[in-house]
């Protein structure tokens, strides 16, 4: 079989990054993105895990068609059930089920002899194999696994009926050329091997999960675990842009092929950014801002006479079509909209009408917009969450020799709440006039604005992640002024926190009675 299937999981393992908390319309817009980017199988979820998760995993299965939908489950009859629950709404649904098989993890986690944990693995398969005709079973810790155990236990679970094998290297502890080994050994040694799909599962704590993905591709293995820049737990999983371009680009090597449509890699790649509060360096291959910048003045000048001098991939071949003037200050909602639908969003009317209206705001303000504008307004007015809070205006003082002052008022329902207060900065000075009018505790852990594009009038886009009792809760704001960036996200982390929080939240006193420092917790 000469096409390796790409299996995302990140919605999935990718979400277990710390500090990384996806809402279910969240969820449900990469879904949509990963389709559009014809990944093979999206892992959505792990639904026993929590409502949340269940409930992104059904909506997924209900709505998203092409891909094959997975759920993970331990082997467990109550998680193999809770999954197929979740799952079986999708057109192809998968029940993914893993097991432990390294001593240590079987001695120490699972408290079990290799023997139960072989008829566990067999009984979990069976089960699934009777709810769906798609299984996948993982060996958890596979690299740090004896081979001769998992030989026996691999051909166990295709007895069973599993339909997919997943080798994981959990920890990142492989090297190539020992994974080209194990991948190469199981083919050897594994009697009713070809009656599965080999599949492999890396993290990257070694700087690893790229190069291992690759050696067992071609050592035999079919299907490759990935996540969109690389996330997951600890330091991450294999980055799906990674794999997809390296089979692509050296095809002549590999010769293999993905069904992946890679002019979609740069933005499915900006939405994950985006959405996970996880920004990509400037030098990630593939989709860092620097991947495609040549500096040297040698590079440029080799560049200018023939990209290829220094350019094994073209920019476009992942979507990037750098500066392009999309839309301006004249086009009208008929352009705006089959612009929208020329991007991927399939949007109902509504929806273009209020990006419309932001649309021609910010066209008043600023003269080139470009895809990734539009990209920044849509992720911003629509994947919002519900505003409790709105920004009704705000007013800051700043200066060198002067203590910056802010002034804002919050719309709540039909009530205006103002305050003003003094700060740092002209954000430290508006933050603390937001949390004077919202009056609730919580604290600020982190705070960031960058340029969605070039150019002196370009969007800042400004992330924040408020905490609350462990909880912590990311916001995002788009703008043209960054002042009003920074207040907008700060706002929509405030709102995510009230919507999910806010029976127990206290009511707000009285407009400008609290002291600064009242409220930060
Ligand atoms: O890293 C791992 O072992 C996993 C399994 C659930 C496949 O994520
Ligand atoms: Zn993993």
């Known amino acids: 079989m000469q096409r390796v299937m790409i299996f995302d999981t990140t919605l999935r393992d990718g979400e277990q990054s710390p500090g990384v908390s996806l809402s279910v319309e969240e969820k449900l817009e990469i879904a949509r993105q990963l389709a559009r980017m014809k990944v093979d199988v999206i892992e959505a979820g792990f639904p026993i895990t929590s409502q949340g998760d269940f409930e992104a995993v059904r909506a997924i299965a209900q709505e998203i068609e092409g891909p094959i939908i997975a759920a993970l489950a331990r082997s467990t009859e109550v998680d193999i059930r809770r999954a197929w629950e979740a799952v079986s709404p999708a057109a192809r649904p998968r029940i993914h089920t893993f097991v432990s098989t390294s001593e240590i993890h079987m001695k120490y986690m699972l ?30 810790d596979a690299t740090r696994s004896d081979p001769e155990f998992l030989y026996r236990l691999i051909e166990a679970v295709i007895e069973a009926g599993a339909t997919t094998i997943n080798i994981a290297d959990t920890v990142g502890y492989t090297m190539p050329g020992e994974f080209y080994k194990l991948i190469a050994g199981i083919r050897t040694n594994v009697p009713n091997i070809h009656r599965a799909v080999i599949s492999v599962h890396c993290h990257n704590d070694l700087g690893m999960a790229t190069a291992n993905s690759l050696a067992a591709v071609e050592a035999g293995a079919r299907q490759i675990e990935c996540a969109v820049n690389g996330i997951g737990e600890r330091a991450g999983n294999t980055a799906l842009e990674e794999v997809v371009m390296a089979l692509a680009t050296r095809h002549d090597y590999y010769g293999v092929q993905t069904g992946i449509v890679t002019e979609q890699i740069a933005r499915t790649s900006h939405l994950v950014s985006t959405f996970a509060g996880m920004p990509v360096q400037p030098n990630k291959a593939i989709v860092g801002s620097n991947a495609f910048a040549h500096e040297s003045g040698i590079h440029q000048d080799g560049v200018l006479k023939r990209p290829e001098t220094y350019e094994i991939m073209k920019p ?127 604290r600020l852990v982190d705070y960031s604005l960058k340029a969605v594009t070039s150019g002196k009038d370009a969007l800042g886009e400004a992330t924040v992640r408020l905490e609350r009792n462990g909880r912590v809760f990311l916001g995002r704001g788009v703008s043209i002024d960054i002042i009003e960036a920074s207040a907008l996200a700060y706002i929509n982390a405030i709102n995510k926190m009230a919507s999910q929080v806010e029976a127990h939240l206290p009511a707000p006193t009285s407009s400008g009675q609290k002291g600064d420092d009242a409220v930060m917790g």
């Open 111 to 140: 408290r079990k002899e290799p023997a139960q944990v072989l008829k566990m693995s067999v009984e979990a398969v069976r089960l699934a194999r009777e709810l769906c005709p798609d299984v996948e079973f993982s060996a958890q």
């Open 316 to 442: 476009e071949s992942i979507g990037l079509a750098k500066g392009r003037l999309v839309l301006g200050k004249h086009s009208g909602r008929h352009a705006f909209r089959d612009k929208l639908a020329e991007m991927g969003y399939n949007l109902s009317e509504l929806d273009v009408d209020s990006l419309f209206i932001r649309f021609k705001a910010l066209a008043d303000r600023k003269k080139e917009i470009t895809d990734r504008d539009i990209q920044a307004i849509v992720e911003d007015t629509l994947y919002k969450a519900e505003e409790v809070y709105r920004l009704g205006a705000f007013q800051v003082s700043s200066g060198n020799n002067s203590l910056p002052m802010a002034t804002i008022v919050l719309e709540k329902g039909k009530e205006s709440i103002r305050h003003a207060a003094s700060g740092d900065g002209p954000v430290d000075a508006v933050y603390k006039a937001i949390d004077g009018a919202v009056g609730i505790s919580y």
